[in-house]
């Protein structure tokens, strides 16, 4: 279930780069860096083919690749939070799509590193 959940969050996480690339102009504070942003996906999706192949040491590299990209992004999201100009005339906001991706990274990132103790010994419950 965590490798699926990597491969949607990636999903979640390009189609919002891409959406923003299109939606916020160029140079404005807290547009998201493709540069950045899809070698994450791509690592995402190492990470869900790491797992699935229940290997007993690619399932483990899986899941840490998969925590350490899911920090990577939530601070990248957090960056984007607080670099995103506030507009109170706005609702929801420019700070909905950041913040949508703060919280998906820690849902992310905690199925991530649940998993781990559960991979390394089975009997753990």
């Known amino acids: 279930a965590v490798a699926q959940q990597n491969v949607g969050f990636a ?3 390009a189609l919002d780069a891409l959406s923003s690339q299109e939606s916020i102009p160029s140079g404005t504070p807290g547009r998201p860096n493709l540069a950045f942003v899809l070698p994450a996906c791509g690592a995402l999706v190492g990470s869900f083919a790491l797992i699935q192949s229940d290997g007993d040491a690619t399932t483990p590299a899986g899941l840490a690749l998969g925590t350490l990209t899911c920090l990577a992004l939530l601070k990248q999201y ?3 939070f607080d670099q995103t100009p ?3 005339r706005e609702w929801p906001g420019p700070r909905l799509m950041p913040t949508i991706g703060i919280l998906f990274s ?3 990132l905690l199925a991530n590193v649940e998993a781990i103790p559960k991979i390394l010994n ?3 419950v």
Do not use: T, W
Request: contains cysteine; neutral net charge.
């Open 11 to 13: 999903l979640c996480v």
């Open 78 to 80: 957090v960056d984007r």
């Open 86 to 88: 506030r507009n109170e």
């Open 106 to 108: 820690i849902f992310a």
């Open 122 to 124: 089975p009997l753990v």
